[in-house]
């Protein structure tokens, strides 16, 4: 029932609420003092874009805030991305204007960490895995699922390879304008 405080559907219904109209240009428009817009169901909110570059979800955050976040559940990971066709990337990261020319190439030997430290069991192919470790210096370690535990064999888990990289740079403290 309707009252000046809250709205409550109570079906039977395919949807329980909607807008639908051609002078309409914003469907909803919900705000809380904690949380703006709550879904639950096996799919908690979905979110369909329209167009040639339509964008089905679209967050953004204020001030140091994350503009999207995904929290996995117990033994599932933060988000997935699922490529729209078979050789689409999964995942795009804006690049960043960098203020200067990078000069040429230096050769570096990438070290691989030593002592292995215990790495998820569970594991699906392309799925990174970001690792935090106190010495011997503070710092963490990259690694990709590169066999999925299934495939890889009963009980024997999923097979990881540390992501390599080059030697460490200080960051700047002033922000590139550009």
């Known amino acids: 029932m309707p009252s000046s405080n809250q709205y409550t559907a109570t079906g039977p219904s395919i949807v329980g609420f909607q807008t639908d109209g051609a002078h309409i240009q914003t469907g909803a428009a919900v705000a809380g003092t904690s949380l703006g817009l709550q879904g639950t169901g ?3 909110v979905a979110g369909q874009g329209q167009g040639n570059s339509g ?4 967050g953004v955050g204020q001030g140091i805030g994350a503009g999207v976040l995904g929290q996995g559940g117990d033994a ?5 991305f699922i490529p729209g066709g078979d ?3 999964q995942i795009h990261l804006q690049p960043n204007a960098m203020p200067q020319n990078v000069g040429t190439l230096a050769d570096v030997q990438p070290q691989q960490i030593e002592k292995l430290p215990p ?3 569970h594991g699906t192919a392309g799925d990174f895995f970001l690792g935090k470790f106190a010495t011997p210096a503070p710092g963490c370690a990259l690694w990709l699922c590169v066999t999925s535990e299934i495939t890889s064999g009963a009980g024997t888990g999923a097979e990881w390879c540390q992501v390599l990289l080059g030697s460490p740079v200080r960051g700047s403290v002033v922000p590139f304008e550009g």
């Open 119 to 121: 790495l998820p069991l």
């Open 42 to 44: 096996p799919t908690g």
């Open 76 to 80: 599932g990971p933060g988000g997935k």
């Open 87 to 89: 050789l689409n990337p």
């Open 55 to 58: 964008i089905g979800v679209h």
